[in-house]
């Protein structure tokens, strides 16, 4: 170095100086617990606890049943004296109090906070201080799943707030407690092959041409080594450019490293302590501090994490109760809705279950059809189910409840703890109530053997079953009940969910089923609001309004707000309808914040009259000619003299009289009558031909997104139903390779040549709410491509081809929908299919390659990239599915539930829940941002290969919201083993069945 700055000695010895003064040592295995502040005089953070979780008692409880009787008061008191005495004794009454104060901030500036999240709603200290909504005590909650005295660990009590004003929350923490002692948590994202080879080439000043030559033979999901041994391509251009290959080399060497920072979702770390005594900070990017370790890393050096979660129902409750309040002057309060309530219920066992926080998924409205629920208790079981695992059990438990087969208990004395759940061991809480009845362990005992158990390790077993078996004798029970009980927990104990969590998101749900129940139009109005920016669920949010005959109106520029809005019912609505829902200015493209903010400031004081008041009212700077026509072709001038053509046709000289009209008026030119100004010219509207209902549809699908004032496939709608044909958007839920009937729109078609000469096509078909790529091979395209044209309406028969989340359709027949034989085809079709079981594809199998691997074709090029072959970086092209289908509608499932074994299935009904579940299932794998690796990934990929099966698998990459399809050599076969070995991979709940 000296001979490197020869001419900076000084430097050097400063640098050494430095270096010398460093003694930095880091302690692991201790707890850097946060404290708060202020405490009143004369009282530790423990009795500060104490008081307010007395006072909380019974202002909770005060007036209830167990409040007035002595022996539940008694109980209360004890388990509250019991909670605080472990939290004393753990050194968390900081921490409490921590939490209680930054949700009583929330509380008390209106923002909206869930009723619990994970374990932490078993404490009836955190119920007592409002902490979290869900009684322990009622719904048999265990406080030592939360905290177990028995085995010190670090509190975790994660908070979901309203995703929209959660920051406020994190910032009144950092005011708190200052900035120095708070921080939000980084996040590394790593350098992919694809980004690392266009990085090192930017540096290395290699053309774009060659680097990008190069990146685009790159597999979006496999490493720069595994390309290059499957790619000659690459491999060949690196051997013949020597630059190539040296900037692969780097590349290679870089792939993998850490290539930005962000911010982590939800959490944030509190410190007694300036934090720099502990981590390195820097600036976040909304200002505050970020520390720059990771989570991990703080967990490692003791720092607490505290998660401040948003969570978008939330806010969507909150939208929809100020509505309500605002549209019927009633208040209501979710924390005492009737939990029996009928209404909700009834709609819950239609599956109506659009928007229903939990149960919007198409499996589970069909699984709500099934069990028709009457109790909350259902939907507490119903959330804890609907997992890898469990969820096979849902047609067992379905079938217990409506007694249809008998219930079955490992032991009689066992059926208190069960009898809600029908035999089945759904929660972990019941697994340690079985210990502690059976075995006598306490609680605390009992969840160190469930987390013993789960592991799965042959040693543990032996162990906890020898453990078992002795307590289970000196309780009087058998040594062989007790194997048989000690069996089943082993086989359960990896399936068992947190009853607590269970529960607390039940409420959400039943929460989020109420009021669409009692008050459709504000909650609907209130969801599409939530995603206004997904124009996929806005579609179907739509639609679903439409279904449950609520207007949904055109934007209106005296009426729309920026947001979607509820609005009483209109006489343009007509008489059967439940309310209606106007579209926001915001929904409409072209137009921006500052337009809508001019709309709305100057229609405060008088409505716009027509086209000419609006031009000369508005500033015509920001509310220019294209956010004008923008406004017409979408509908939102509806309300004005003239129709749309001749509105467009008017426009340009209406702006400019406009103009010159306010140059006069600035110019004191005006004529006065009194103290009015009167216009004393106008413009004629000329006689244009208005548009034809198509034009004016297309319009409102290019400026909305979607169809508003109706759709082509609407007089069809009862065909439709008759034939009982899938949805586009509910494709994604079928099985691969299975077949459905369908009907859209065609948008747009293309046709190629394959390298036989002959021609196929690639169809875009549309429906109220998605859109599918259909593919109609040689055979298929002979026989109906004369049928093809833009705009027509089609029933498709096909084959469901799943690819990365994207649906394909691989035709088999096509008829015209709006010819009169179209029934018939759909009948005969289906008569076919019943005569030949597995029906022929007329495709040949490297067609069928092509088209699973192919991302879009073009008329000059049909080859398609190779499918996914292993689990890898990240796909290159594909897009997460943000919604659930539900089955197709039928005449027959609208009739009363009928006993199975009366119940004859008719020709065209649905298979079975029980048989149906399998084929439709897929295994969702989530890989997060810490864990985007080359050596986690391929463990993964090891690990799939030792489980095949039938099931596919999906990995869902969390940093960049994409997902993977991989090919059929990585499906597999579920199982607790092969759960628990993926999330002792990847991190906990990183894999589900869907």
């Given at each position: 170095?000296?001979?490197?700055?020869?001419?900076?000695?000084?430097?050097?010895?400063?640098?050494?100086?430095?270096?010398?003064?460093?003694?930095?040592?880091?302690?692991?295995?201790?707890?850097?617990?946060?404290?708060?502040?202020?405490?009143?005089?004369?009282?530790?953070?423990?009795?500060?606890?104490?008081?307010?979780?007395?006072?909380?008692?019974?202002?909770?409880?005060?007036?209830?049943?167990?409040?007035?009787?002595?022996?539940?008061?008694?109980?209360?008191?004890?388990?509250?004296?019991?909670?605080?005495?472990?939290?004393?004794?753990?050194?968390?009454?900081?921490?409490?109090?921590?939490?209680?104060?930054?949700?009583?901030?929330?509380?008390?500036?209106?923002?909206?906070?869930?009723?619990?999240?994970?374990?932490?709603?078993?404490?009836?200290?955190?119920?007592?201080?409002?902490?979290?909504?869900?009684?322990?005590?009622?719904?048999?909650l265990l406080f030592e799943r939360f905290l177990n005295p028995?085995?010190?660990?670090?509190?975790?009590?994660?908070?979901?707030?309203?995703?929209?004003?959660?920051?406020?929350?994190?910032?009144?923490?950092?005011?708190?407690?200052?900035?120095?002692?708070?921080?939000?948590?980084?996040?590394?994202?790593?350098?992919?092959?694809?980004?690392?080879?266009?990085?090192?080439?930017?540096?290395?000043?290699?053309?774009?041409?060659?680097?990008?030559?190069?990146?685009?033979?790159?597999?979006?999901?496999?490493?720069?080594?595994?390309?290059?041994?499957?790619?000659?391509?690459?491999?060949?251009?690196?051997?013949?450019?020597?630059?190539?290959?040296?900037?692969?080399?780097?590349?290679?060497?870089?792939?993998?490293?850490?290539?930005?920072?962000?911010?982590?979702?939800?959490?944030?770390?509190?410190?007694?302590?300036?934090?720099?005594?502990?981590?390195?900070?820097?600036?976040?990017?909304?200002?505050?501090?970020?520390?720059?370790?990771?989570?991990?890393?703080?967990?490692?050096?003791?720092?607490?994490?505290?998660?401040?979660?948003?969570?978008?129902?939330?806010?969507?409750?909150?939208?929809?109760?100020?509505?309500?309040?605002?549209?019927?002057?009633?208040?209501?309060?979710?924390?005492?809705?009737?939990?029996?309530?009928?209404?909700?219920?009834?709609?819950?066992?239609?599956?109506?279950?659009?928007?229903?926080?939990?149960?919007?998924?198409?499996?589970?409205?069909?699984?709500?059809?099934?069990?028709?629920?009457?109790?909350?208790?259902?939907?507490?079981?119903?959330?804890?189910?609907?997992?890898?695992?469990?969820?096979?059990?849902?047609?067992?438990?379905?079938?217990?409840?409506?007694?249809?087969?008998?219930?079955?208990?490992?032991?009689?004395?066992?059926?208190?703890?069960?009898?809600?759940?029908?035999?089945?061991?759904?929660?972990?809480?019941?697994?340690?109530?079985?210990?502690?009845?059976?075995?006598?362990?306490?609680?605390?005992?009992?969840?160190?053997?469930?987390?013993?158990?789960?592991?799965?390790?042959?040693?543990?077993?032996?162990?906890?079953?020898?453990?078992?078996?002795?307590?289970?004798?000196?309780?009087?029970?058998?040594?062989?009940?007790?194997?048989?009980?000690?069996?089943?927990?082993?086989?359960?104990?990896?399936?068992?969910?947190?009853?607590?969590?269970?529960?607390?998101?039940?409420?959400?749900?039943?929460?989020?089923?109420?009021?669409?129940?009692?008050?459709?139009?504000?909650?609907?109005?209130?969801?599409?609001?939530?995603?206004?920016?997904?124009?996929?669920?806005?579609?179907?949010?739509?639609?679903?309004?439409?279904?449950?005959?609520?207007?949904?109106?055109?934007?209106?520029?005296?009426?729309?707000?920026?947001?979607?809005?509820?609005?009483?019912?209109?006489?343009e609505t007509g008489d059967d309808v439940a309310g209606a829902?106007?579209?926001?200015?915001?929904?409409?493209?072209?137009?921006?914040?500052?337009?809508?903010?001019?709309?709305?400031?100057?229609?405060?004081?008088?409505?716009?009259?027509?086209?000419?008041?609006?031009?000369?009212?508005?500033?015509?700077?920001?509310?220019?000619?294209?956010?004008?026509?923008?406004?017409?072709?979408?509908?939102?001038?509806?309300?004005?003299?003239?129709?749309?053509?001749?509105?467009?046709?008017?426009?340009?000289?209406?702006?400019?009289?406009?103009?010159?009209?306010?140059?006069?008026?600035?110019?004191?030119?005006?004529?006065?009558?009194?103290?009015?100004?009167?216009?004393?010219?106008?413009?004629?509207?000329?006689?244009?031909?208005?548009?034809?209902?198509?034009?004016?549809?297309?319009?409102?699908?290019?400026?909305?997104?979607?169809?508003?004032?109706?759709?082509?496939?609407?007089?069809?709608?009862?065909?439709?139903?008759?034939?009982?044909?899938?949805?586009?958007?509910?494709?994604?839920?079928?099985?691969?390779?299975?077949?459905?009937?369908?009907?859209?729109?065609?948008?747009?078609?293309?046709?190629?040549?394959?390298?036989?000469?002959?021609?196929?096509?690639?169809?875009?078909?549309?429906?109220?709410?998605?859109?599918?790529?259909?593919?109609?091979?040689?055979?298929?395209?002979?026989?109906?491509?004369?049928?093809?044209?833009?705009?027509?309406?089609?029933?498709?028969?096909?084959?469901?081809?799943?690819?990365?989340?994207?649906?394909?359709?691989?035709?088999?027949?096509?008829?015209?929908?709006?010819?009169?034989?179209?029934?018939?085809?759909?009948?005969?079709?289906?008569?076919?299919?019943?005569?030949?079981?597995?029906?022929?594809?007329?495709?040949?199998?490297?067609?069928?390659?092509?088209?699973?691997?192919?991302?879009?074709?073009?008329?000059?090029?049909?080859?398609?990239?190779?499918?996914?072959?292993?689990?890898?970086?990240?796909?290159?092209?594909?897009?997460?599915?943000?919604?659930?289908?539900?089955?197709?509608?039928?005449?027959?499932?609208?009739?009363?539930?009928?006993?199975?074994?009366?119940?004859?299935?008719?020709?065209?009904?649905?298979?079975?829940?029980?048989?149906?579940?399998?084929?439709?299932?897929?295994?969702?794998?989530?890989?997060?941002?810490?864990?985007?690796?080359?050596?986690?990934?391929?463990?993964?990929?090891?690990?799939?290969?030792?489980?095949?099966?039938?099931?596919?698998?999906?990995?869902?990459?969390?940093?960049?919201?994409?997902?993977?399809?991989?090919?059929?050599?990585?499906?597999?076969?579920?199982?607790?083993?092969?759960?628990?070995?993926?999330?002792?991979?990847?991190?906990?709940?990183?894999?589900?069945?869907?």
């Amino acid at each position: 170095m000296r001979a490197l700055f020869a001419h900076r000695q000084d430097a050097l010895d400063n640098t050494l100086k430095v270096a010398e003064l460093c003694n930095l040592e880091l302690e692991f295995g201790r707890s850097i617990l946060p404290q708060f502040r202020p405490i009143p005089d004369g009282l530790t953070a423990g009795e500060y606890l104490d008081a307010l979780c007395r006072e909380g008692l019974e202002r909770r409880y005060a007036g209830t049943p167990r409040w007035e009787d002595v022996e539940g008061r008694q109980a209360l008191t004890e388990r509250l004296e019991y909670e605080l005495g472990v939290i004393g004794t753990m050194g968390y009454s900081d921490y409490f109090l921590i939490v209680w104060d930054f949700i009583r901030f929330a509380h008390e500036q209106g923002i909206a906070t869930g009723p619990g999240r994970g374990s932490s709603a078993g404490s009836l200290v955190a119920y007592v201080l409002e902490i979290t909504d869900v009684d322990p005590i009622h719904y048999g909650l265990l406080f030592e799943r939360f905290l177990n005295p028995e085995r010190v660990s670090m509190p975790d009590i994660d908070i979901d707030f309203d995703d929209e004003r959660r920051d406020e929350v994190i910032r009144y923490v950092m005011h708190k407690y200052g900035e120095d002692h708070v921080a939000q948590i980084i996040t590394f994202g790593t350098m992919a092959a694809r980004a690392a080879v266009r990085d090192v080439g930017r540096v290395m000043n290699v053309p774009y041409n060659e680097v990008d030559r190069a990146a685009k033979m790159i597999s979006g999901h496999l490493t720069l080594p595994e390309t290059l041994a499957e790619n000659k391509e690459l491999a060949a251009l690196a051997d013949k450019f020597p630059r190539t290959k040296e900037m692969l080399q780097m590349a290679m060497r870089v792939e993998g490293f850490p290539r930005h920072v962000s911010t982590h979702a939800a959490g944030v770390v509190i410190s007694r302590e300036p934090l720099t005594r502990y981590v390195p900070l820097q600036a976040g990017a909304e200002g505050g501090a970020l520390t720059q370790y990771s989570m991990e890393n703080l967990e490692s050096i003791g720092l607490l994490k505290m998660d401040f979660l948003g969570l978008r129902t939330l806010s969507i409750l909150g939208r929809t109760l100020r509505w309500i309040e605002e549209s019927t002057g009633e208040r209501v309060d979710l924390r005492r809705l009737p939990l029996d309530d009928p209404l909700t219920y009834e709609m819950l066992c239609r599956g109506e279950t659009a928007g229903i926080f939990q149960f919007d998924a198409a499996y589970m409205r069909r699984v709500l059809k099934e069990l028709q629920p009457s109790q909350f208790e259902d939907m507490i079981s119903l959330n804890a189910l609907n997992r890898p695992g469990p969820i096979e059990f849902i047609p067992k438990y379905i079938a217990a409840k409506h007694g249809e087969i008998a219930v079955e208990y490992p032991h009689p004395v066992l059926e208190p703890i069960l009898r809600d759940t029908y035999g089945i061991i759904v929660y972990q809480e019941q697994i340690m109530q079985i210990a502690a009845l059976m075995a006598g362990f306490s609680l605390g005992e009992a969840d160190l053997l469930r987390r013993a158990v789960s592991k799965k390790k042959r040693e543990v077993l032996d162990e906890e079953r020898a453990h078992f078996v002795r307590g289970s004798l000196k309780q009087g029970y058998g040594e062989a009940d007790a194997n048989k009980v000690y069996d089943m927990i082993v086989r359960f104990a990896d399936y068992g969910f947190p009853r607590a969590h269970a529960t607390a998101y039940a409420l959400v749900a039943f929460q989020t089923a109420y009021l669409k129940a009692h008050y459709p139009m504000e909650f609907m109005a209130a969801m599409l609001t939530a995603w206004m920016g997904s124009q996929r669920k806005t579609a179907e949010y739509v639609d679903e309004c439409r279904h449950m005959k609520i207007a949904v109106l055109p934007p209106d520029v005296n009426e729309s707000g920026v947001a979607f809005t509820p609005v009483r019912a209109r006489e343009e609505t007509g008489d059967d309808v439940a309310g209606a829902i106007r579209f926001g200015l915001a929904a409409i493209k072209n137009v921006g914040t500052q337009a809508i903010e001019a709309i709305m400031r100057e229609r405060e004081g008088k409505p716009f009259a027509d086209l000419a008041d609006f031009c000369r009212r508005v500033d015509l700077r920001v509310c220019n000619k294209r956010v004008i026509e923008s406004l017409i072709m979408g509908g939102a001038m509806d309300a004005f003299p003239g129709h749309r053509a001749q509105l467009l046709a008017v426009l340009e000289r209406q702006i400019e009289s406009a103009l010159k009209w306010r140059k006069e008026r600035e110019d004191l030119q005006l004529h006065l009558f009194g103290f009015t100004e009167e216009v004393n010219w106008t413009i004629e509207y000329p006689e244009v031909t208005p548009f034809t209902r198509m034009q004016q549809l297309t319009m409102e699908r290019e400026l909305l997104g979607m169809f508003i004032s109706g759709h082509p496939l609407d007089e069809y709608e009862g065909l439709l139903q008759e034939l009982g044909t899938e949805p586009l958007h509910q494709l994604a839920e079928a099985a691969d390779n299975s077949e459905v009937v369908t009907a859209g729109m065609v948008v747009s078609f293309k046709t190629f040549l394959t390298k036989k000469g002959q021609t196929m096509a690639y169809v875009e078909l549309e429906d109220r709410v998605d859109k599918v790529e259909v593919v109609m091979f040689p055979d298929c395209w002979k026989q109906y491509g004369s049928m093809v044209a833009k705009e027509r309406l089609l029933l498709v028969q096909g084959r469901i081809q799943q690819q990365d989340e994207a649906v394909k359709l691989l035709a088999g027949r096509v008829a015209p929908l709006d010819e009169p034989g179209a029934r018939e085809a759909v009948l005969h079709w289906r008569r076919s299919a019943r005569r030949e079981p597995v029906q022929r594809n007329t495709a040949s199998p490297s067609q069928n390659a092509a088209v699973r691997a192919s991302a879009s074709p073009t008329a000059s090029n049909a080859t398609a990239r190779p499918a996914a072959t292993a689990p890898g970086r990240r796909p290159a092209e594909s897009s997460p599915r943000d919604t659930d289908a539900a089955t197709s509608a039928s005449a027959a499932a609208a009739k009363p539930r009928q006993p199975r074994e009366a119940a004859a299935p008719a020709p065209q009904a649905e298979p079975r829940l029980a048989a149906a579940s399998a084929s439709r299932q897929r295994v969702f794998v989530k890989i997060g941002a810490a864990r985007e690796n080359e050596q986690a990934l391929s463990s993964l990929q090891q690990l799939l290969k030792q489980h095949p099966g039938a099931l596919d698998v999906i990995l869902f990459y969390e940093r960049d919201q994409r997902t993977l399809r991989l090919s059929d050599q990585y499906r597999i076969k579920p199982s607790p083993q092969l759960f628990q070995d993926i999330e002792t991979l990847l991190g906990p709940q990183t894999v589900r069945v869907k």
